[in-house]
């Protein structure tokens, strides 16, 4: 089954090459992952990577809200357990859809519209549409 990102979370693009995908391998990691010395040093190093970059932030937010495409992997230098236990404690805090919280809150942040949902004439599906500029 193929999955598909939230779209309320943009994926974290940079021109600037990451450790993540300079080296994938480095990264790897799933439940159940020896606790071995090998593993345990690799994702101490994944971990630090993460830590430096400048994109982790947005990584660990789009990798929270994506916990089907996230089920593996250290992201934003956390493990999937971290992650489904960070994905909780939002829950709790702001609910169920706490997604759409956070989306918002960014877009006020970075100061984009927020689009506003009109009902069509005949009552049907919604449609979105941007709000107006106050340029």
């Known amino acids: ?27 790897a990691y799933e439940h159940g992952d020896s606790n071995s010395d090998d593993i345990t040093i690799r994702v101490d190093q994944a971990t630090t990577a ?7 932030p947005r990584c660990l937010k789009w990798a929270l809200a994506n916990p089907d495409l996230t089920q593996t992997g250290i992201w934003a230098a956390t493990t999937p357990r971290q992650r489904c236990t960070l994905r909780q404690r939002l829950i709790d805090r702001l609910g169920p859809d706490w997604v759409a919280i956070v989306a918002e809150h ?8 927020t689009p506003r949902v009109l009902t069509a004439p005949d009552g049907d599906a919604p449609e979105a549409v941007p709000a107006a500029s106050s340029a």
Do not use: K, N, Q, V
């Not at 999955?3 to 080296?23: L, N």
């Not at 993460?50 to 982790?56: E, Q, T």
């Open 50 to 56: 993460c830590a430096a970059c400048p994109l982790a």
């Open 106 to 113: 960014d877009r006020r942040r970075s100061g984009r519209p």
């Open 1 to 27: 089954m193929a999955y598909e990102a939230d779209p309320r979370i943009p994926f974290p693009y940079s021109a600037t090459p990451t450790a993540c995908r300079a080296e994938p391998e480095l990264f």
